[in-house]
Each structure stands twice: as C-alpha cells, then as structure tokens.
C-alpha cells in the first residue's frame, strides 16, 4: 500500500455563480477530510491545471442560454471535442459530475450532459452516477445526497488503487461532536481578528462629485431609518413560532439527539478596518460593485437617468404594472428582444436594521478591507472581489450582498455557532440537519425567509458580518426585456415589470417588495413627484446589455411569427412590433397570444396592440382574461386560445416553418404552453405522445421555438 494523500481536483462551469459555489464546498469538505485537493474554474485549463495530468475530477456544471454549457466552460468542451483527439485522450481520467438545471427550460441540464458526452468520447470513466440537480425545484434535494454519496465512492474509487485511507471522515457526524470541535474554529477566527484589526476611528472621505457615490453618500447618514422595520419585527414575532420553535422528533429518527449535520464550512473570510489616513480613497474604489463582470453581461454598466415612470394597470388591478424609461448619455446598441439588467440595491431601512441588529453602528461607515484567514486553504487574494477593495459595511450590505437570498442550510448551520440559547442553537442546528429537510423547504424556502428574518426570529444569535459576506451570494442584477426597437429610440431603454409584493407570513416577519422592483418603483414614485426637470437631479440608475439567448427577430422580415406572452411576457414583443412598423413589415403571418386577468384592468399596452392589427403590422391578436371571460366557453389563458387555433397553430409549426416565442413565467406558463403544443401537435398530426414530442424536440433544434422565461 502506497502512503500518498488521496489527490482530487474539482472543475466547475458556471455563469451565474451556484455551481461554483457547490464546487468550492466540495473543495472545502474534501481538504477538511484530509484530501489533497484543489478548485479550478474549467476556463483554467492549460493555466491552472492539465487536464490529461490529474486522474481523479469531480466536475460541477450548470447549463445556461437555451441547454448550453456556461461561458466559462465552452473553451474547455470545445478542446476536448476536437477532432483531431483519440478516443483514449482522457483514458486515465476518472470523474463524478454534478450537473445543475432547472427542469423549466426545454432542455434541461443540456451543460452538463454536453460536457459529459464529450468526456466519454475521450475515454474518460465515471466512478459516481452522475447526477442533475433542478434549480426549479430545490438544487439541494439532489445536491446534498450526491455530496454525501460522494465520500464513499471516492474512498471505494481510492481503496482500488491502494491509497492510503485519510484517517479523519466526518461527513456525517453526530452534533455535539461537531459543535464542540468548530466552537474552537469560531474562537481562534475571532482572536486573529482582533490581533489584525486596526484603527477603527477615522472615517474616509469619499470624492463626492463621483455620480456613482451620491447614493452611497446619502445612505451614510446616520439617521436610523429601521426603527419602523424594527418595530414590526418586535410587535409580530408569535407570528414566527414556527421557525424558531423546535419541532422534532422527525419523521425517521427517534430522538432528538439524533439529527445529523454537515461538517461546518470553515470560516476564512477576514476583516480589518483601515486606517483612512493610510489610504487615499479613489473614487473608482467605490465603482459598483468593483466594476466586477457580472454574468451574461455584453456591454459595460452604463449609467442611465430615469426620465418616465408610468403605472400601466389600475390601481384595482390584483398586480401593479410599471413602465421605467431611462435616458443614456451615448448610443447603447441592442436589438429588439435584447434585455438589460438592473443594478438595484437594498432597501435602506433593512440594511440599517441589519447593522443595528449585528451591533455595527458604530463602525458601518468606517473604511475596512477583507482579507484571507491565516491557515485556510483558499488561494484568493481579494476573497470578495465584488466588494470595493477598501468598503464600508453599509456599503457592502447596501450594492454587493443579497441580504435576501434565503439562508442556505450551510448558513443555518453556521449561525449555530453564533447563537447563545439552547433552545435556539438546537433549533438551528435542526432546520440545517438532513432530518430537518423538510421543515427547510417549507419553513425557509418555500416562504422565501432571509437572514433578517432569521436575526429577528433568533434573538440570540449573533453572527460577524464577514460570516454573513461569506455566506450570502453577491447582489445581481435583474434582467428585463426592452420594449423598444433601436429604429425608434436610441437614447432611451424602456422596459415593463410587475412590482413584487411578499405578503407577512410564518417565518416572514414583515411585508416587502421584490428587491429590485421595489427599488425601481420608489425611485419612479420618487421621479414623478419631482417637478424639477433639471436632468443631474433625475435618479441614476446603471444597467449593462444583458446576452441575448436567441430571443431576437430573423434578420429577413418575411418567416410567419407566433408570439405567446402573457402578462409582462409581452415586452419583447412590442419591441418587436415597434421595429417591424419601423420597416413597415406587413404581414398576413404574425400571430400574439397575450393574457391577463381584466380587460380594464392590467390589459397591457391594449391600445398600440389593437393599432398593429389595424396597421397589418400583427395579423392575429388573440387574447385571453382570466378573472372576467365573457361566457364559460371563453378562453381564460393562452393555452386555451392556442387550443382553440390548433389547426392554424399546427400549420405554423410545420407547413409555414414560423418561429414561435415564449416569453414570461416560467414555473407554470411555459411548461403548459409546451405541453400545449404537443398535444396540438398529436391532435393534428395524428400521432402517438412520443412522436409528438420528437417532433416538438425537432423545432427546438430548428431553433424554431425560442423561450424568454424567468422563475
Ligand atoms: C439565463 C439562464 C438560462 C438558463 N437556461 C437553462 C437551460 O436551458 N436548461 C437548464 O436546465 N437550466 C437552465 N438554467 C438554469 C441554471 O442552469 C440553474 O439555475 C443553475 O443552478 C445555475 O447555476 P450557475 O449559477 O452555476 O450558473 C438557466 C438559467 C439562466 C439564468
């Protein structure tokens, strides 16, 4: 038997950050079992690592666009296809590969199976069933018992060769045992912080005549806006019983001493305020987010003013509707269909309720920076490159933390360490066990709890902001569709959303909007109230051109168009109707299924659609209302009016050869618009299900049915 320490390499691709994530997890558990192992992003190939040198991979890939493998993985799947490659170039590769989706997109998983299908033709072998995690559902209820499995398939993997066992595995570890061993983590962490914190009492200055830290600069007053928020939180908590309340036994285990928990993740963010002196703060330094790259991002982020906001539903609509016009400086060049994201921040009342909360008022505007923990294996030197190298908190909560992402059970866990009482550490320890799994999703998940909700539900818990940064994902963007075309408007992007509301729940202690539609409506409430035009005192926003996915129109004018999109899904297309009247592109082909509940109510640009009809810029307009059909027989959604022109449908589809779009919900609408159409298609085709399928699986391989969804 050879001594040598059992060596892994872990390769992720990634594009919007999870799978990267997971990949580091598995990295730290494997180092924390004594593995030799190392991280890479797949894009490293040839820098980093080799991939015909390391034999033992364990590859985490997510699938972006329409079924691709992310950007940061395509140079890699592209090498290893090359033709000029034998089928036994990566014979001595031995691989796992997890795979993450969302079953909502037509093709799921299409990243991972590509670069799956790629490694078996060069003679790659896998040791571990190979398994796709569904975003649409829970990533964790298939995540989890696949790293689980993973430890012992790789001990089974490593024991063939005759490697030497690591002599510590503590996958699944009985609690008490694995508190009291981190309890020690926890302490040196605090101990090397306060050896390495420096001054804390000189507060930098900031340039003020940088645009892009007015907003900063204003939400730095020390006035407390989260009394309001704080108030809520103390008069509800009975409301939120549940969350903190144990509720074991579980199903499945007999007391509850037994529940099982993960390894804690090692604590290796660090941070130090800086002396303001010692530094000069550039304004740069305060660009957002660093001017670190976001995902799917085509241009640089621009900033934009708000010129318009308008409310497109009536006040009694059931979902207010807005539409934001911004004003760029420059050209921005896109095309109809084209989306931009939005760099929103948090609301100012819950980051000042956040910093109360974790007792940092006094030095949340004081200049800090991070840095990596003595003694822990990450190689970073900016261990959070989307923070400022030299930030403050109320700046990093404020533009670079998703203070809203519900709590993943690994934060759950760790949060255990910061808590005082019993009962609370007991019942944190639970929500994050295996046992625990379903208490999570219906608790925590399902009812889209963050951490202030967690903080005010766990009165004695106490976490450091740098486990908070560590633990919480980066801010991102949203995406909205434009609905302009660029023969019409160069200097100014507009776009439609619905304003999300979460309503006060268990475990959600206080009414909110959606993070960035309630942003965008605060600040359109804000602008219309002002009557000063001057343009300087319009609210900034920045956005950047987002990738588009194929969702555009054919460069020829002339293949017949079925555009489905409900509600807000409709965006896109009146910038594709805007730019088709632009080329006065007639047509007796172009088909829009739209849907909402009220015809006087949330009808969506009703007036410029009924004038395409009238121009022949659209030839059918179909729509359906949900709460007021006119008979019982009367279509309440698209699907029923696709239903009602299945002949017409099914020629488009086959005989016309027209491209179909799909734009809106995700979860419900567009699965039912695509079963819809096979069974349109199996009615008229007069064929089985599964040729209908095929059939289907042909257009969208045709790149004849094209989908903007969102979840
Ligand atoms: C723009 C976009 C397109 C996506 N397309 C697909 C798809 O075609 N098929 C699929 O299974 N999942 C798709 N997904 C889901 C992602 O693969 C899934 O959310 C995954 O967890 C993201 O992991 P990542 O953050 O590492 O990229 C898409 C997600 C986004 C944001």
């Not at 959303?497 to 993070?515: C, L, P, S």
Request: glycine letters at 4%.
């Amino acid at each position: 038997m050879t001594t040598t320490r059992r060596k892994i390499v872990v390769l992720y691709g990634s594009q919007t950050g999870q799978a990267e994530t997971i990949a580091n997890g598995i990295h730290e558990d494997a180092v924390y079992n004594n593995y030799d192992s190392n991280v890479f992003c797949l894009k490293e190939e040839g820098k980093e690592f080799v991939i015909t040198d390391v034999t033992c991979v364990i590859f985490v890939c997510s699938t972006t666009g329409d079924g691709d493998p992310p950007e940061n993985a395509r140079k890699f799947i592209r090498s290893i296809n090359r033709k000029s490659l034998s089928e036994t170039h990566l014979s001595k590769l031995n691989y796992a590969l997890l795979g993450l989706g969302d079953t909502n997109y037509s093709t799921f998983c299409g990243g991972p199976k590509k670069l799956e299908k790629a490694l078996k033709q060069r003679g790659a072998k896998s040791f571990f069933k190979t398994a796709y995690a569904d975003d649409g559902t829970d990533l964790e209820d298939t995540v989890e018992p696949w790293i689980e499995g993973l430890w012992p398939a790789l001990d089974v993997y490593f024991s063939s060769l005759g490697t030497m066992p690591n002599n510590v595995m503590v996958r699944n570890v009985q609690s008490c045992e694995t508190v009291n061993h981190t309890r020690t983590e926890v302490n040196d962490v605090k101990a090397d912080m306060e050896n390495l914190a420096l001054s804390k009492d000189k507060i930098p200055t900031i340039p003020k005549d940088d645009p892009s830290t007015s907003s900063l600069l204003s939400n730095m007053t020390s006035v407390d806006s989260s009394q309001s928020l704080l108030n809520s939180f103390e008069t509800e908590i009975p409301s939120n019983e549940m969350l903190n309340m144990s509720s074991a036994p579980f199903p499945g285990s007999e007391e509850l001493a037994t529940i099982t928990l993960s390894p804690l993740s090692k604590q290796w963010i660090g941070m130090r305020f800086v002396d303001a002196e010692r530094i000069s703060l550039q304004s740069q330094d305060f660009k957002y987010q660093n001017g670190h790259s976001f995902p799917l991002a085509t241009s640089e982020t621009i900033l934009t003013k708000l010129v318009e906001a308008k409310q497109l539903t009536r006040d009694d609509a059931v979902k207010i509707a807005m539409e934001i016009t911004l004003k760029t400086e420059d050209q921005f060049p896109y095309q109809p269909g084209d989306s931009i994201s939005v760099c929103c921040e948090n609301p100012k009342e819950e980051v000042d309720w956040l910093i109360s909360r974790l007792s940092l008022n006094d030095v949340a505007d004081n200049a800090a920076e991070f840095f990596v923990l003595p003694n822990s294996s990450k190689k970073a030197t900016n261990p959070c490159p989307y923070v400022p190298r030299i930030f403050t908190i109320r700046y990093a909560f404020t533009y670079c933390i998703e203070i809203r992402s519900v709590p993943k059970k690994m934060l759950l866990r760790s949060l255990a360490e910061y808590t005082t009482d019993q009962s609370e550490i007991r019942r944190l320890q639970e929500l994050s066990s295996k046992q625990g799994g379903h208490e999570y999703v219906a608790l925590i998940r399902e009812k889209n709890v963050c951490i202030l909700d967690l903080l005010a539900a766990f009165k004695t818990c106490s976490p450091s902001f740098e486990l908070l940064v560590q633990h919480l994902p980066r801010l991102m963007p949203r995406r909205y569709s434009l609905i302009n075309s660029p023969l019409v408007s160069k200097n100014h992007l507009s776009f439609a959303f619905n304003v999300v509301k979460f309503e006060k729940d268990i475990g959600r202690m206080y009414a909110r909007d959606g993070i960035c539609t309630g942003f965008l409506h605060n600040l359109g409430n804000a602008s219309s109230n002002t009557t000063n035009q001057n343009i300087s005192q319009l609210p900034s926003i920045k956005v950047f051109r987002t990738k588009s996915t194929g969702f555009c129109l054919p460069t020829d004018t002339s293949p017949p168009l079925v555009m489905i999109g409900p509600g807000t899904g409709v965006a896109p297309f009146i910038g594709f109707l805007r730019h088709l009247e632009a080329l006065s592109a007639q047509t007796t082909d172009r088909w829009l299924f739209y849907g909402c509940r009220h015809k006087d109510r949330d009808y969506l640009y009703k007036d410029e659609l009924e004038s395409y009809l009238n121009k022949g810029i659209l030839s059918r307009l179909l729509v359906a209302f949900s709460r007021d059909p006119t008979s019982s027989e009367s279509p309440k959604y698209v699907q029923d009016n696709l239903k009602l022109h299945s002949l017409d449908i099914a020629n488009l589809l086959f005989q016309k050869r027209a491209i179909f779009y799909v734009c809106g919900d995700a979860r419900n609408m567009a699965k039912d618009v695509r079963q819809c159409i096979i069974e349109i298609i199996t009615k008229e085709r007069n064929c089985s299900d599964k040729e209908a399928v095929d059939l289907f699986k042909q257009v969208l391989d045709e790149k004849r049915y094209r989908e903007d969804i969102w979840a």
